[in-house]
C-alpha cells in the first residue's frame, strides 16, 4: 500500500478548542479514508473521500481531500470530551483489502 | 445495527501453540479482513478473503497465518506455533461489496503469547 505520514502524533486540547489532524503522502492517493478508533475499542469507519478537493462534512467533523490528491485533513470544529480517541487515515489503490493506515493522531480532551 | 463479532474476547497462550481467532462478519457482507495492531502501533492489514479464498495478504501473512470460512458464518484465522511478537489485538472486518472501502470492525480479541 501506499505510505502516508500523519501528524501530530498526539494533541491535547482544551475542551470547546478546535482540533486538526492531516495526513500526508509523497504520492498521489486515489483515495482516503478517515476512521476513528477510542481508547480500548476498534476502528470505526467515518468518511471517504475520492476526489481532488472534496470537502465534506459531518456535523462538528470537517474532511477535506487536497487538489493534488496528496494530503487529506480532518477538522473538529469545538472539541467535547466524546471526541478522544486516536483518528486514522486509510489509503491505497485499487486493492480494497490492503489499505495503508497513517500512524493515528491521539486526541485528548480536557474538561 | 448488525455488527462483526468475535471471540475470545482475550486469548493467552503459550509460545509455539497454535490459535484460532472467530468472526463472525455481517451476514449479507462477502469481504472479509484480518488486521493487527501491536500495543500502541498502528493497524496493520493482514490478509482479505473472498469466494473462499484469499484475496490479499500482506507481508506479516506468512506461512504461519491461515484464514478459513468453515461453514456460512464464521471466519478464522489460524496462528500456528505462535511467537511473543504476535501478540496484539487481532480485528476482523467485513464489508458488502468490493468498492466499498467503508469496513466495519469487530471488537478484536487481545492475544497474548508467554
Not at chain 1, 476502528?43 to 472534496?54: A, N, Y
Not at chain 2, 501491536?38 to 490479499?56: A, D, H
Not at chain 2, 484464514?67 to 500456528?80: Q, Y
Amino acid at each position: 500500500g501506499q505510505q502516508v505520514m500523519q501528524i501530530p502524533q498526539y494533541q491535547h486540547v482544551q475542551e470547546g478548542e478546535d482540533f486538526t489532524t492531516y495526513c500526508n503522502s509523497s504520492t498521489t492517493l486515489s483515495n482516503i479514508q478517515w476512521y476513528k478508533q477510542r481508547p480500548g475499542g476498534h476502528p470505526v469507519f467515518l468518511i471517504q473521500l475520492v476526489k481532488s478537493g472534496e470537502v465534506k462534512k459531518q456535523k462538528r467533523l470537517t474532511f477535506q481531500f487536497g487538489e493534488a490528491k496528496k494530503n487529506s485533513s480532518l477538522h473538529i470544529t469545538a472539541t467535547q470530551t466524546t471526541d478522544v480517541g486516536t483518528y486514522f487515515c486509510r489509503t491505497g489503490g485499487t486493492s480494497y483489502g490492503k489499505l495503508t493506515f497513517g500512524q493515528g493522531t491521539i486526541l485528548t480532551v480536557h474538561p | 445495527e448488525p455488527e462483526v463479532t468475535q471471540t475470545p474476547s482475550h486469548q493467552v497462550t503459550q509460545m509455539g501453540q497454535e490459535v484460532i481467532l472467530r468472526c463472525v462478519p455481517i451476514s449479507n457482507h462477502l469481504y472479509f479482513y484480518w488486521y493487527r495492531q501491536i500495543l500502541g502501533q498502528k493497524v496493520e492489514f493482514l490478509v482479505s478473503f473472498y469466494n473462499n479464498e484469499i484475496s490479499e495478504k500482506s507481508e506479516i501473512f506468512d506461512d504461519q497465518f491461515s484464514v478459513e470460512r468453515p461453514d456460512g458464518s464464521n471466519f478464522t484465522l489460524k496462528i500456528r506455533s505462535t511467537k511473543l511478537e504476535d501478540s496484539a489485538m487481532y480485528f476482523c472486518a467485513s464489508s458488502a461489496i468490493q468498492s466499498s472501502y467503508e469496513q466495519y470492525f469487530g471488537p478484536g480479541t487481545r492475544l497474548t503469547v508467554t
